[in-house]
Nanobody, 126 residues
Framework: QVQLVESGGGLVQPGDSLRLSCTAS????????VGWFRQAPGKEREGVSC????????????WYADSVKDRFTISRENAKNTVYLQMNSLKPEDTAVYYC???????????????WGQGTQVIVSS
């Protein structure tokens, strides 16, 4: 069974850090691009970051939304079939449900992905 499971969300204060995990089962995540998306109440889903598959000419390529650049870092741990999103200097506007998704490539468009996790809530509030 193909499955993605996110974890690591929670309630933090502005300036704090969180690390989200996206763990795959039923397939090898390193063979796929992985994206992180978020959706806040009343807002559209937006791309946060993505990382290309662990092979080929685009190996390790990453993309970040301008709003998170220099604060968030995406990475892989292939031995654990997991992709991480390290989030530093969190702001209240980062509050959202965060989803990971897998697809053929790293892309900011959520329509390029075909497997999705259930989401993990991140709340940044003082």
């Amino acid at each position: 069974q193909v499955q993605l499971v996110e974890s690591g969300g929670g309630l933090v204060q502005p300036g704090d850090s969180l690390r989200l995990s996206c763990t795959a089962s039923g397939f090898t995540l390193a063979n796929y691009g992985v994206g992180w998306f978020r959706q806040a109440p009343g807002k559209e889903r937006e791309g946060v970051s993505c990382i290309s598959s662990g092979y080929g000419s685009t190996f390790g390529s990453t993309w970040y939304a301008d709003s998170v650049k220099d604060r968030f870092t995406i990475s892989r741990e292939n031995a654990k079939n997991t992709v991480y999103l390290q989030m530093n200097s969190l702001k209240p506007e980062d509050t959202a449900v965060y989803y990971c998704a897998s697809g053929l490539i790293c892309h900011s468009d959520y329509r390029k992905y075909n497997s999705w996790g259930q989401g993990t809530q991140v709340i940044v509030s003082s």
